[in-house]
């Protein structure tokens, strides 16, 4: 029922940037925690970045510095900023949304979207 469409993804040499969007279809009620993950080939999918209701950030170690997640609440939607980025951040993208409307929890993913960066 609930679509989160994503976009951004593509192809950038090393050093350069992109911006992942992840909007959903629908108004979404009840959002705990937008967040971004990332699965590469051979890997175990991990997480990127978090932002709570009240905009508390977490990040990966291994972009910090680099990536900033962001929302727009009136838009159910979550970004994620990605500069200097490295081979190393190659994956499919997927963006999350968890949250309550009661009286379920619910846990929506985005079809994913491919990042691939080249040296």
């Known amino acids: 029922q609930v679509q989160l469409v994503e976009s951004g993804g593509g192809l950038v040499q090393a050093g350069g940037s992109l911006r992942l969007s992840c909007v959903a279809s629908l108004s979404i009620s009840g959002i705990n925690e937008m967040g971004w993950y990332r699965q590469a080939p051979g890997k175990q999918r991990e997480l990127v970045a978090t932002i709570t209701s009240g905009g508390t950030t977490t990040y990966a170690d291994s972009v910090k510095g680099r990536f900033t997640i962001s929302r727009d609440n009136a838009k159910s939607a979550v970004y994620l900023q990605m500069n200097s980025l490295k081979p190393d951040d190659t994956a499919d993208y997927y963006c999350?949304?968890?949250?309550?409307?009661?009286?379920?929890?619910?846990?929506?993913w985005g079809q994913g979207t491919q990042v691939t960066v080249s040296s």
């Open positions: 999350n949304v968890k949250g309550r409307r009661w009286p379920l929890n619910y846990n929506y």
